[in-house]
């Protein structure tokens, strides 16, 4: 869940101006899981997510990801199952998620103990270099590390620095936030590649983006500010992002959002790189039945921040030989 600071995560732009983003991990999880396949059956591969595959080589795998995971750590002979508590195409970083857990999934499967900074590099590489999907970098790393962190970026690399909030400061901000399901989705990287063109030219709104990141921390931090500062400073950034590209939002979006707006809002964004998914508002305690009755026709999501972010949930070590003159099975 991405505050503030989104689209500074992209290379071509904080490799020359550098970039920051706000974020944090919530309670809404996705379940890879990953054995070894027995070999009683006529393919070698079983793969289950919104698909079935049943392939005996890794160019048959159709879904990008897993193929190329696949390849680069050397899998073999593996039944793998993916679940997720959010739909795909939200918005919320479920691919990035997807991807991180499936490498600790199969760094686990050959017994590597895999730290968050690598699982973080590696889902990077996989995602936009052997993928060749357009994107940021902060879904992967944010998966990655879990928690309410602050993650800057140079021309260097990144840096994740934990947010200290006070346990009642961050109660209230959880308490204050309300999402939405818009039912509209789309692929995070075609968004970023139609918005790609005029990126360009709104190098001044990202750098103003960029510099709110700094603010709504200080309003985190600062035990004398009005935590109300950072709904304010949601309205800001999402006006802002509006401006990045026609698929940032639509005219059913932006309704949405207005009445939002009108019914008490202080604030709010569209998740993701924009185009639909879910809908954030920051809504004080009094305001909130007035704002869920607004949005009474779309599907309310009730979320808890989490400070873990990946982890194995269970590991069975397994007894594994490849077989004999295997070539790309």
């Known amino acids: 869940m991405s505050f503030f600071g989104g689209g500074t995560d992209m290379k ?32 070698k591969t079983h793969l289950t997510y919104s698909k079935t595959e049943y392939v005996n080589s890794y160019d048959e795998i159709l879904h990008p990801a897993i193929r190329n995971a696949m390849k680069m750590l050397d899998m073999h002979e593996i039944r793998l199952t993916y679940e997720s508590d959010l739909p795909a195409r939200s918005g919320l970083g479920t691919s990035s998620s ?44 944010a998966a990655a590390y879990g928690g309410f962190n602050r993650i800057s970026f140079t021309a260097e690399g990144y840096e994740v620095y934990p947010v200290i909030i006070s346990p009642a400061v961050k109660q209230r901000l959880n308490d204050n936030l309300l ?25 001044a709104q990202l750098k103003e983006m960029l510099s709110l990141v700094d603010d709504a921390e200080r309003i985190l931090t600062d035990r004398r500010a009005d935590l109300d500062d950072f709904g304010r400073l949601l309205d800001v950034t999402w006006r802002l992002k509006r401006q990045m590209g ?49 949005m009474k026709d779309l599907l309310y999501i009730p979320f808890r921040f989490e400070n873990e972010g990946t982890r194995v949930v269970h590991y069975t070590p397994e007894a594994y030989e490849p077989r004999e003159g295997r070539t790309g099975d």
């Open 179 to 203: 999402m939405f399901f818009t039912g509209f989705t789309r692929f995070s990287s075609e968004i970023q590649r139609i918005n790609e063109a005029v990126k360009e030219a709104k190098t």
């Open 98 to 141: 997807f991807a991180v857990g499936m490498l600790n999934a199969f760094h686990a499967l050959k017994g590597e103990y895999m730290d968050k900074r690598k699982l973080a590099d590696e889902a990077i590489y996989l995602e936009r270099v052997l993928c060749g999907e357009a994107g940021g970098w902060q879904d992967q790393i």
């Open 246 to 294: 026609s698929s940032v939002s639509s005219a059913e979006i932006d309704v949405l959002y207005e009445k939002g707006i009108r019914a008490g809002a202080l604030g709010g964004k569209l998740l993701g790189a924009g185009g639909g998914g879910f809908l954030l508002f920051y809504v004080r305690p009094e305001e909130q039945a007035a704002v869920r009755e607004s």
């Open 12 to 43: 071509a732009f904080f490799s020359k101006y550098g970039g920051a983003v706000l974020s944090t991990t919530f309670d809404k999880y996705c379940y890879v899981t990953v054995r070894h396949l027995p070999r009683f059956f006529d393919y």
